[in-house]
């Protein structure tokens, strides 16, 4: 499954430039890296239904919106890991909305009373 992270598209790899034509330089690097473990666990998610009537209520993590159109078109619906880009112990199914406007929300996909199990 795909790995999504909390910009959007962004990852845990960020370089800053600075200077002007061929004159530039890294001023800044940063990248975080967590080995996985081959630990799993078993538990009940939602379905897209159930995400998307969340995603209405407010109830999702937006993390990109290029645009103050609340009238959003979804063109893709898919279930990832999010991963906050520090060290965590699990890492989060949730369902992605993708669309007009790089639009991007996340939904925890985990039924609410598996949550702290």
Not at 7 to 34: C, E
Not at 55 to 75: E, Q
Request: glycine letters at 8%.
């Amino acid at each position: 499954m795909p790995i999504v992270y909390p910009s959007g598209t962004g990852s845990t790899m960020n370089i800053t430039l600075a200077g002007a034509g061929s004159n530039m330089q890294v001023i800044d690097a940063r990248f975080f890296y967590q080995k996985t473990l081959d630990e799993s666990g078993t538990y009940s998610i939602i379905s897209s239904e159930q995400a998307f009537d969340l995603l209405k209520n407010g109830k999702a993590y937006v993390a990109s919106h290029k645009s103050k159109n609340l009238n959003i078109v979804i063109k893709k619906v898919y279930l990832a890991y999010y991963f906050t880009g520090r060290s965590q112990k699990y890492l989060t199914p949730v369902v992605v909305f993708e669309g007009k406007d790089d639009f991007i929300a996340y939904v925890s996909a985990v039924k609410g009373e598996w949550i702290g199990n």
